[in-house]
């Protein structure tokens, strides 16, 4: 397992490098010149030139990119071209909300979406099927701004048990979350449900039954375990799509976490705020593949011992 | 008579297919005596390993259900009792070992835990003691570093290994009756001598009843007392294992004993039953096997004949008008088959 760990983390350097050429060459991409955009309209040629000699942007390509990890490597993600404020600054404050949001909806939508799809595979073509995947179909058919939109009109307008944004308390979190999560949960049901009915087809499932095990222990301990390998890394990839919904949902909900500032930056062409956003969503999802990676270590004994 | 373990009636076991429902056993009757080994053969798709999941009441995720019979196991009918009784008999005094020995455990848990898990259910031991039962019962099926094993993971032992492991936890708690459906089929020839040995010194150490389904006929030769003989999902013939090979009745199973090699006859090809199995939903009129059978007269392709014993013969039964009327021929005897 060990060794299986140091491999992966080992992967994750080269990743990491690509993505960071990558984003360093966003500044670059951008149509016009990131001298003059910073300048502003009313400047002169001359304090352009000293903008740019400023920013370092007169240097070769490769010296750019040499100071700018320097940089990095020591926390600092440059100024914002709005506020004047250092980024990292910016990105922290921001950082908690959208962390106790993203992992709020994933946890939910990880253990009801493996609920409803274990419930499912048992009791494949009767009722707790029929209602388990009609949930989930609603779940991924219905667009999340109108799923937000309908939560924060039933239960913080008209029945006032949660608020309808900010990030006052914990019960700030719990409609946003739902919101997040309802896709991924759905997804996730419906996967682990055909993961589960292929599980439950293998010969080791018979191996328990023929010991006099009872149905419980041959679902919660022989064919669970086997699924859930299929299924996290489903999970893991899902959470590209949390990164993405966070943005819509934070809107809805007014919780001043990443994904608004990533709108508001786009909005006020704030490069170097939009650069590190990048630089932070690609790096997190990075490191949940990582994770998820791991967890397969953990799952599955064959993989674990495949590389010792 | 000797005592009876296991007696199967009139065992039917239907299967759902296309809205309507195909029998894979349909009134099946044998019976095993305590200690004794009884063979199960016939080709692929006889019906021999729904038999196998009817007795252990294992047809969940099947289509398959016992439409009829009983299947009387010391005298209890197991096809009436509830499941959480059959639960006690499983993995107990009934145990069951499988054709995959690849697949057959759980490859994310380790060997003494699935081990352990039926010696905790019916002995009722403690977790500590149940680990060193289950060392015991791995080194009892001749495995090495027994010690070792009990925390490896099955991917990490070869086919025999895994089978011998198979073995111990079927054996684990001492079962009056062992089912094993194809045990060395899917293993390497000198490894299933070995399993073969294994399985017949456990079986007189502990006078284990054993029903053993194979479609090798080598096998049966090797370690069965009695055969019964099984066709389309019927029984068509069930003989002491000395007499079935002397002097098999039913043509099917002269056909079956024609198609095994023989070391010192030069064949430039070899015997073979020609023709399949009948589907399921498509059943001949008469006698299954008529339209394969190099005997078959007009009377077989009209009524199918019971399963009746064989004139002259103790202990012996066969399905085939051949066996059951003096003149080959047949035909002026139905007043004596209806009445049996």
Redesign the interface.
């Known amino acids: 397992m060990g060794r299986y760990a140091l491999q992966r983390l080992l992967g994750v350097i080269p990743l990491m490098f690509v993505v960071s050429v990558l984003v360093f060459m966003f500044i670059h991409l951008i149509p016009g010149d990131p001298a003059r955009l910073v300048a502003g309209k009313e400047a002169t040629l001359e304090e352009i030139n000293g903008i740019r000699a400023q920013l370092g942007l007169d240097l070769p390509l490769w010296q750019q990119y040499l100071s700018y990890m320097g940089r990095l490597l020591h926390g600092d993600l440059g100024t914002s071209l709005r506020s004047g404020l250092p980024v990292s600054d910016m990105l922290m404050s921001r950082l908690t909300p959208t962390l106790i949001l993203t992992f709020m909806s994933l946890g939910w939508a990880l253990i009801i979406g493996l609920l409803i799809g274990t419930l499912s595979a048992v009791n494949r073509n009767k009722w707790p099927d029929y209602v388990g995947m009609l949930t989930a179909i609603s779940g991924i058919s219905v667009p999340g701004f109108w799923l937000g939109l309908v939560l924060i009109q039933i239960f913080s307008v008209q029945l006032g048990w949660f608020p309808t944004g900010g990030v006052d308390s914990w019960k700030s979190y719990i409609l946003p979350s739902i919101t997040l999560g309802a896709g991924i949960m759905s997804m996730l049901a419906r996967f682990s449900r055909s993961s589960m009915l292929e599980t439950?087809?293998?010969?080791?499932?018979?191996?328990?039954?023929?010991?006099?095990?009872?149905e419980v222990i041959v679902v919660g301990?022989?064919a669970l375990?086997?699924s859930l390998?299929q299924v996290v890394t489903v999970a893991g990839l899902q959470f590209g799509f949390l990164l993405g919904g966070s943005v819509m949902v934070e809107t809805v909900f007014s919780i001043p976490g990443l994904g608004r500032l990533l709108v508001d930056s786009i909005s006020f062409r704030d490069y170097t705020v939009i650069q590190a956003l990048l630089l932070l969503f690609a790096t997190q999802f990075i490191l949940i593949n990582l994770i998820v990676d791991l967890l397969y270590g953990v799952?599955?004994?064959?993989i674990r011992?495949a590389s010792s | 008579m000797a005592s009876r373990l296991l007696e199967v009636e009139d065992l039917t076991t239907e299967f759902r297919r296309d809205g309507g429902s195909v029998k894979a056993v349909s009134g099946i009757n044998f019976h095993i005596n305590k200690g004794e080994v009884l063979g199960l053969v016939g080709e692929s798709g006889c019906g021999k390993s729904v038999t196998s999941l009817s007795i252990m009441r294992l047809l969940k995720d099947t289509p398959g259900r016992i439409a009829g019979g009983a299947v009387r196991f010391e005298g209890t009918d197991l096809t009436r009792i509830q499941e959480k009784e059959m639960r006690k008999f499983r993995g107990n005094e009934l145990a069951m070992i499988f054709q995959e020995p690849m697949t057959s455990l759980n490859p994310v848990l380790r060997i003494g835990r699935q081990l352990e898990e039926p010696i905790m259910l019916h002995l009722g031991y403690s977790r500590k003691r149940a680990r060193e039962h289950a060392i015991h019962m791995l080194k009892q099926v001749g495995i090495p570093r027994a010690e070792d094993v009990v925390d490896e993971y099955p991917h990490q032992l070869s086919g025999g290994m895994r089978q011998r492991v198979m073995i111990a936890m079927a054996m684990s708690c001492g079962p009056k009756l062992l089912i094993a459906d194809e045990p060395t089929t899917a293993l390497d020839v000198t490894i299933q001598a070995q399993i073969l040995d294994l399985m017949k010194r456990l079986k007189e150490e502990q006078d284990m009843g054993m029903l053993l389904i194979t479609h090798d006929l080598g096998v049966v030769a090797e370690m069965c007392d009695r055969v019964v003989v099984m066709y389309a999902g019927r029984v068509v013939e069930e003989a002491s294992v000395k007499d079935l090979f002397e002097n098999p009745q039913h043509p099917y199973t002269r056909g079956l004993i024609q198609s095994v090699p023989k070391l010192r006859q030069k064949v430039r090809r070899l015997a073979s039953i020609q023709g399949n199995v009948p589907d399921l939903s498509a059943m001949p009129p008469g006698c299954k096997f008529a339209p394969r059978c190099a005997h078959v007269m007009q009377q077989c392709l009209e009524r199918e004949p019971e399963l009746l014993p064989v004139a002259g013969q103790t202990e012996r039964t066969s399905r085939c008008w051949l066996t059951q009327t003096d003149k080959a021929e047949g035909g002026e005897d139905d007043g004596r088959y209806t009445a049996g």
């Open positions: 439950m087809r293998e010969d080791y499932i018979r191996t328990g039954r023929s010991k006099g095990l009872r301990r022989h375990r086997n390998i799952l599955n004994p064959k011992y």
